[in-house]
């Protein structure tokens, strides 16, 4: 098992992704520097003599991730952004659908357990507003894990389907310098779990058994 350094939210996003794609549920993941730039605002200036003068500069938005998904995920990871109402919770992710290609795809932004970061200066919720108004483009927030117990953990990837199990090993090491020793520090002080945790062979057994 390779040892980890200090590990971004993206890369932990990238290795719970890991299995969906060798089983088959994501056809692509797509990361820098990959992903598009979308023109929030294209700027504004007024022209002086030969020159002009920037009044506003453009307002560009890259997200962190895009993932092309396979069919068989639908209903189990995702619930399409366009279908109904009711399906709208049922999964954790809501992407939409491109015809050209005939496929689901989710535009991403992974924040930490706050959620709170800004991008570009800006809060997500007016990125995410702004890129819809110009282009019609959803972009979810996606955070991984909350960093105590809630009564409403909706919004959390990993406690709304599963745990990579990587990060179920600490990279501190015993006195075995040759591996890692379990990571047993998931429940707080209390000895109460910030969120239930499932392995991807447990959420699937979950949700076959729901529908």
Known sequence: MTLLDNVTQEAWFDMTMEPLIALGYIDELIKEPDVPTFELFPGLSKPYKKKKN????????????????????????????????????????????????????????????????AAY????????????????????????????????????????TFTPERFLYSDKLSTNKNKPIPYRTIPNKKGVNNWEVRTIKQFLETKKASS
């Open 121 to 160: 200066g800006t809060k997500f919720s007016y990125t995410q507003k702004w890129l819809w108004a110009n282009s019609q483009q959803y972009v979810q927030k996606v955070m991984l894990m909350p960093i105590k117990p809630l009564k409403n953990d909706s919004k959390y990837l990993w406690a709304n």
């Open 54 to 117: 920037v009044i506003m500069h453009p307002t560009v938005y890259t997200p962190d991730r895009i993932l092309k998904w396979n069919a068989c995920a639908a209903g189990i990871f995702y619930s399409p952004f366009d279908g109904d109402n009711k399906d709208w919770n049922k999964c954790y992710f809501t992407p939409q659908y491109e015809p050209n290609g005939n496929f689901y795809y989710s535009i991403l932004d992974i924040k930490g357990p706050t959620g709170s970061q």
